[in-house]
């Protein structure tokens, strides 16, 4: 990547390009640029981007409390596109202080943020300070606070003052039934909690089932506004992206 790099320019170039195209510019400007997967939908992510480049670099934060089906999907994808998936934990001594004074379901009380901290974003940031770019599968049909997702952006939320990092979000445009008529044109393993009415999927006592016409997101941190849903992985847009 050269130091001229304009994502503002490119964002507008690629502002309604489908996820090939956008994979595909990520990986020609980015040498270490890595996939966040969550063990959901976003599959379709891996799915694609191993045609574009064979040597992927995926992460996936593992809270300690996803559901074992996520468990397990994660090893099946692992297996099935024969990548090195690194799987990040939260820091120790930070995770055991946290659960020793707040117990293991503070969240119901005051918020999900300090336990997001802990068990994502503190190992997030971690490993984003490795790469110069990071890959998501943010859509802007998954919430209010992803309408105006982009799809390339400077990302704000993880950015330091020597090091920009720029973030890709391939799937920006494409609709929920976008992403399932690939998975199921491409034969692209998923997570068996899709099955049971599931659709986001994020850890176990943070996530439920949504009903029928119910928005994907309702079945995320359900006893909290829905313009907050968000764990801090994307920050950024809480901001002007409303
Ligand atoms: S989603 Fe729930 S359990 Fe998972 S890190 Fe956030 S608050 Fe904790």
């Not at 040597?55 to 099946?76: A, C, P």
């Not at 720029?166 to 992403?179: D, G, I």
Request: hydrophobic share 35%; proline share 5%; with cysteine.
């Amino acid at each position: 990547m050269n130091n001229t790099f304009d994502i503002e320019t490119h964002a507008r170039t690629f502002r309604d390009k489908g996820p090939d195209e956008v994979l595909d510019f990520a990986y020609r400007n980015f040498d270490s640029i890595a996939i966040s997967f969550s063990g959901a939908e976003d599959v379709v992510l891996v799915d694609m981007a191993s045609r574009i480049n064979p040597d992927l670099q995926v992460f996936s934060l593992d809270t300690g409390r996803l559901h074992i089906e996520t468990y397990r999907f994660l090893e099946q994808v692992r297996e099935r596109y024969n990548i090195r998936l690194e799987v990040l934990s939260p820091d120790t001594a930070q995770l055991e202080k946290f659960v020793s004074e707040k117990g293991l379901y503070s969240f119901y009380k005051d918020g999900h943020k300090e336990c997001c901290g802990v068990r994502k974003i503190v190992p997030l940031r971690r490993k984003l300070h490795t790469v110069d770019a990071w890959i998501t599968g943010q859509r802007k049909d998954q919430s209010p606070t992803r309408a105006n997702v982009p799809v390339m952006e400077a990302d704000a939320a993880f950015s330091t003052a020597g090091h920009t990092l720029y973030k890709f979000n391939p799937l920006a445009n494409w609709t929920s039934e976008q992403v399932w008529t690939y998975i199921r044109e491409n034969g692209v393993p998923y997570n068996e909690l899709h099955n049971r009415g599931y659709i986001s999927i994020g850890c176990e006592p943070c996530t439920r089932p949504v009903l029928p016409n119910q928005h994907e997101r309702a079945g995320r941190w359900w006893w909290e506004e829905a313009t907050r849903k968000e764990c801090g992985l994307h920050a950024g847009n809480f901001g002007n992206r409303g």
